[in-house]
Every structure is written in structure tokens, then in C-alpha cells.
């Protein structure tokens, strides 16, 4: 199974509104990265929050993390027709002496002009 | 953004012929990774290369192999494709060290029929 769940699936928003996506995930971990991906692009490193910080902004982006409940939010305040995309929680683990990035399924966001 | 390029960019091929995706970076960094993406699966990892001629697998490795001969050059072959693998390809590279996020390129989309 997947080491990163975000929920929701999908969520449609008018612009102007707040868009809050969640991520779980199972094992401990070095961090935890989010990613955005607009269509037919490669993925776009929004923001990386280490295990040891539990709050993380970059402009409109706030990022949680809560390592006894293993899980993350992503927060986009007052969203634009532009932030409609696919957004992905990574969390980064240390194995075999490197760092890999385990994926969720992502959260398909829309914001409706 | 990140110096990588993902050549070609789209290929049809036939079931049972051999194909290589490449991966090209002008960051100079040691460390770069091989994707696959699929509907309801997210971003899985094939294989990663941690400097020239070192490689390891990831979660997904079977029918692909990779070579690193040159520290801007990774390459993903499938020996004899199947329709399964039918997917988009993504390569990326990181930084040395932990906690440092990915870059990615623009993905291959690859039809095997």
C-alpha cells in the first residue's frame, strides 16, 4: 500500500477560497515534500518540511506536520484559476544509506474562476 | 527550472521491442531517478542512480534496466516491451545530501501496442 495517502481524491473550489489537502502516511520519515503537477507537465517542488519542524510557509502555501499522527496539510490561501492542478505528498526516506521519495496518489484541485 | 531534458518526448512502439528513454541534466548532480506514472498509482520508482555506474532498484524494477556511463546521462531500457508498460515517464535528480527535494523533467509518454 501506498506510504502516502492524500485525501481528498479531488475538491473544487471558487477562486478566492482556501484549498486544505491531507496527507497520511505509515512510517517515520526524514521529511515530507509537496508537489504540484499541472497537466502533461513533470511535478514541481512546492515545499519541503523536515521531521523536526511542524509548520512551513512559502506565500500562499502553509504546510503542517504532526509526526504522532504521521500526517501533513497543505494549505493554499486565496487560490487563483492557476493553482488548478494535481498536487502529490512525498515522504522522504532513508534506505539503503540514500533518500527516496515514496508518493501518494495525489489531490486533484480545481478552481473555478 | 532544473536543466533536464527527457528525450523523446513521446514514442509509439510494438510489443516486444526494445526501447530507451534518456534523461540528460546540466545541474551536475549525483543523484537522479526513473518514475513511471499511472492512473490510480501516482509516481512509482523504477531505479535511481547514486553517481556513475552506481545504480540501485526501486519498487517497480522489473522488465527495465538503467546505465549511468556519464554524470549527466541516465538512461531507462526496456529490453522487449510490453503493454504494460505503457505509461509516462519521469526522471528527476537531487542534490547531495538528505533533505533536499527533486527536480523533475517534463515526462516521457510512452504507448506500447
Known amino acids: 500500500s501506498q506510504q502516502g495517502e492524500e485525501d481528498p481524491q479531488a475538491l473544487s473550489i471558487q477562486e478566492g477560497e482556501n484549498a486544505t489537502m491531507n496527507c497520511s502516511y505509515k512510517t517515520s520519515i526524514n521529511n515530507l515534500q509537496w508537489y504540484r503537477q499541472n497537466s502533461g507537465r513533470g511535478l514541481v517542488h512546492l515545499i519541503l518540511?523536515?521531521?523536526?519542524?511542524r509548520e512551513k510557509h512559502s506565500g500562499r502555501l502553509r504546510v503542517t506536520l504532526d509526526t504522532s499522527k504521521k500526517s501533513s496539510s497543505l494549505l493554499i490561501t486565496a487560490s487563483r484559476a492557476a493553482d488548478t492542478a494535481s498536487y502529490f505528498c512525498a515522504t522522504g526516506l532513508t534506505q539503503g544509506g540514500s533518500e527516496k521519495l515514496v508518493f501518494g496518489k495525489g489531490t486533484k484541485l480545481t478552481v473555478n474562476p | 527550472d532544473a536543466g533536464i531534458t527527457q528525450s523523446p518526448r513521446h514514442k509509439v512502439t510494438e510489443t516486444g521491442t526494445p526501447v530507451t528513454l534518456r534523461c540528460h541534466q546540466t545541474?551536475?548532480?549525483?543523484?537522479m531517478y526513473w518514475y513511471r506514472q499511472d492512473p490510480g498509482h501516482g509516481l512509482r520508482l523504477i531505479h535511481y542512480?547514486?553517481?556513475?555506474?552506481?545504480?540501485d532498484k526501486g519498487e517497480v524494477s522489473d522488465g527495465y534496466s538503467v546505465s549511468r556511463s556519464k554524470t549527466e546521462d541516465f538512461l531507462l531500457t526496456l529490453e522487449s516491451a510490453t503493454s504494460s508498460q505503457t505509461s509516462v515517464y519521469f526522471c528527476?535528480?537531487?542534490?547531495?545530501?538528505?533533505?533536499?527535494?527533486?527536480?523533475f523533467g517534463d515526462g516521457t509518454r510512452l504507448s506500447i501496442l
Open positions: 518540511i523536515r521531521s523536526n519542524e
Open positions: 528527476a535528480i537531487r542534490g547531495h545530501g538528505f533533505n533536499q527535494p527533486q527536480h
Open positions: 545541474e551536475n548532480h549525483r543523484y
Open positions: 542512480s547514486y553517481g556513475v555506474k552506481d545504480t
